[in-house]
Nanobody, 115 residues
Framework: QVQVVESGGGLVQPGGSLRLSCVVSGGTLSIYSGYWYRQSSGKQRDMVARIGSTGSTMYPDSAKGRFTISRDNTKNTVYLQMNSLKPEDTGVYYC?????????WGLGTQVTVSS
């Protein structure tokens, strides 16, 4: 059974950076697309980055130029480098492997951007 575990969240000041990691076990990451989602308090879960199995990436406007998603299939890991963080980036960040409807989700890691 595929399991997904996120790490790397924490408290950071506005303008700071964090790198999130998503380790996949029980499956082969290389065949899946990887996603990062954010859920802020009282809001729906929104995608902030996607990386295809071939390495192509996609970001919403809110993340373009600040977030970078990458993958290392040899480590079965997807990363999210977040720079120039803003208070509105605060939320629980979830990793998804394989798509929102039929993929696999982790339990999330909390990111708080505050001075």
């Amino acid at each position: 059974q595929v399991q997904v575990v996120e790490s790397g969240g924490g408290l950071v000041q506005p303008g700071g950076s964090l790198r999130l990691s998503c380790v996949v076990s029980g499956g082969t990451l290389s065949i899946y697309s990887g996603y990062w989602y954010r859920q802020s308090s009282g809001k729906q879960r929104d995608m902030v980055a996607r990386i295809g199995s071939t390495g192509s990436t996609m970001y919403p406007d809110s993340a373009k130029g600040r977030f970078t998603i990458s993958r290392d299939n040899t480590k079965n890991t997807v990363y999210l480098q977040m720079n120039s963080l803003k208070p509105e980036d605060t939320g629980v960040y979830y990793c998804n492997i394989g798509g929102e409807r039929s993929g696999y989700w982790g339990l999330g890691t909390q990111v708080t951007v505050s001075s």
